[in-house]
């Protein structure tokens, strides 16, 4: 195999660590970069993504392995980009997923820009996903063999340019299998526990984030029934989530659920059970991963929700950029502001946003 200049993009994790371990064990010129990320005032480091534990550990995992290591300032621009994005789309009335403009924006232009001034010829992650290569040079993003950690779909955004540079050297492997490795490359990330929420939170409720940086997203309102009935007041739309049901304080003889969040009417929208279900929905902004979008109608499995299960569905290409999806059967609480992936067997044929 040649050897290659490949910067590894390190949080302090076991997975990027491992990846890490395995490029260096390949005979690749590793680089370990981390990312400082924006965080809070008055709680300088509380970002999981560059907290002092984790740029401490991923030091001492570059120098184990005894590669160079940089930090990269992105503070203003995650700021500016991510954190502004997530109050926003609060402040509409829906549910972003800031790991996707973060993924794009941050990780996969800014930090790739600087990899590749280095002189990198690639940039490596610790995402469990997979890339192929096709004779016609196009590359495919699929998803990871460990589909209990799969993260093809926050993938989906990266283009063909991202995609050529981009290695995911731990898709082959389950989560099982790389601490074992971390245990073997003696790495001090081996048993360091996955992170679940939103690195900016720093562990905190997104609501009462949003409620010391946005406290204008929380204005009292009406709750309503699709037919324009009140049956309750809100505290503020952003404390609430498609789907939810306790804690509505709305009261109708029969169990009520977040079905819309009406932001021209400051409004939340509630129905019965059966008014969760829909099983068409409009998304903007599609990035298709081969750099086009098909001809005509694709049938395809989707996920509209990093957690959610592939449902089968027909997504069909619109002149405007988006696209319109249809589920063979209906799908609970499809919420806009969170993505819509498209797949086809491992492959991830891309995605948009749920308008």
């Not at 109050?87 to 790991?99: E, H, L, M, Q």
């Not at 905190?204 to 946005?214: H, K, V």
């Not at 979008?293 to 027909?314: D, I, Q, S």
Request: glycine share 10%; net charge positive; charged share 25%.
């Amino acid at each position: 195999m040649t050897s290659k200049s490949i910067v590894v993009a390190m949080s302090g994790g076991v997975d990027s660590s491992v990846a890490a371990a395995l490029l260096k064990q390949a005979g690749h010129h590793v680089i370990g970069m981390m990312l400082r990320l924006w965080s809070e005032p008055g709680s300088d480091g509380a970002n999981r993504c560059c907290s002092p534990e984790s740029m401490a550990l991923a030091r001492r995992v570059a120098r184990q392995l005894d590669i160079p290591f940089y930090v990269i300032d992105a503070r203003e621009l995650f700021r500016s980009t991510v954190v502004d994005f997530f109050i926003d789309g609060y402040s509409r009335g829906v549910t972003p997923n800031p790991c996707l403009l973060c993924n794009r924006e941050v990780r996969w232009t800014y930090l790739l820009e600087h990899a590749l001034a280095m002189g990198a010829e690639a940039m490596a992650t610790g995402h469990y996903a997979r890339k192929r290569k096709l004779a016609s040079g196009l590359h495919e993003l699929h998803r990871a063999v460990d589909r209990s950690k799969d993260q093809s779909y926050v993938l989906h955004v990266l283009d063909q340019n991202q995609l050529q540079r981009a290695l995911f050297p731990i898709g082959e492997l389950t989560k099982g299998a790389v601490r074992t490795l971390a245990v073997q490359f003696g790495l001090p990330t081996a048993q360091r526990r996955d992170s679940q929420d939103l690195c900016f939170l720093a562990g905190d409720d997104y609501r009462n984030f949003l409620r010391r940086n946005a406290p204008s997203v929380f204005s009292p309102g009406e709750i309503r029934t699709r037919s324009g009935r009140t049956v309750g007041r809100h505290e503020g739309l952003a404390g609430y989530t498609i789907g939810q049901r306790k804690g509505l304080g709305a009261v109708d003889g029969r169990p009520l659920y977040v079905l819309e969040k009406d932001s021209a009417e400051n409004a939340l929208i509630v129905g019965d059970a059966a008014e969760r279900l829909a099983s068409d929905l409009m998304i903007d902004n599609v990035n298709w991963i081969r750099g086009s979008a098909p001809e005509g109608p694709l049938n395809v499995e989707a996920k509209t929700r990093y957690t959610a299960k592939e449902a089968r569905a027909v997504v069909m290409p619109l002149a405007d950029g988006g696209a319109a999806l249809r589920f063979d059967s209906p799908q609970l609480d499809l919420t806009p502001g969170q993505a819509a992936v498209f797949f086809q067997g491992d492959v991830v044929l891309g995605g948009g946003v749920i308008r």
